[in-house]
């Protein structure tokens, strides 16, 4: 499993790359703090909204603090999705958000 820190996705960002972000947490999390522009899928409803991605795009996975994301990313990854966990989630993030 591919992994970045929080900190080197926020480089990436402020580096001005165009990042397609999966955010898996529950709605009400992501209603309080996330990060800018990014794509929710609840962990819950990956399996099934996983039609809602592209296999020819790389995608970033986040979540509060690296754990569900993991399990996405894993997920994901077994489906041919290009994905990298986000270790540290959200509670490493020191970047933007809203």
Same mark, same amino acid.
């Given at each position: 499993?591919?992994?970045?820190?929080?900190?080197?996705?926020?480089?990436?960002?402020?580096?001005?790359?165009?990042?397609?972000?999966?955010?898996?947490?529950?709605?009400?999390?992501?209603?309080?703090?996330?990060?800018?522009?990014?794509?929710?899928?609840?962990?819950?409803?990956?399996?099934? &909204?996983?039609?809602?991605?592209?296999? @020819?795009?790389? *995608?970033? !996975?986040?979540?509060?603090? =690296? %754990?569900?994301?993991? &399990?996405?990313?894993?997920?994901?990854? @077994?489906?041919? *999705?290009? !994905?990298?966990?986000?270790? =540290? %989630?959200?509670?490493?993030?020191?970047?933007?958000?809203?």
């Amino acid at each position: 499993m591919k992994e970045i820190t929080a900190k080197e996705l926020e480089q990436k960002l402020t580096n001005g790359e165009t990042l397609n972000i999966l955010d898996v947490r529950e709605v009400d999390e992501v209603a309080e703090v996330k990060i800018p522009g990014i794509m929710h899928i609840p962990l819950g409803l990956v399996e099934f &909204r996983m039609n809602e991605l592209s296999k @020819s795009e790389p *995608y970033y !996975v986040v979540c509060r603090s =690296g %754990g569900r994301s993991g &399990r996405a990313t894993q997920f994901l990854e @077994s489906q041919g *999705y290009d !994905v990298t966990n986000v270790m =540290g %989630g959200m509670l490493a993030w020191e970047g933007e958000t809203r």
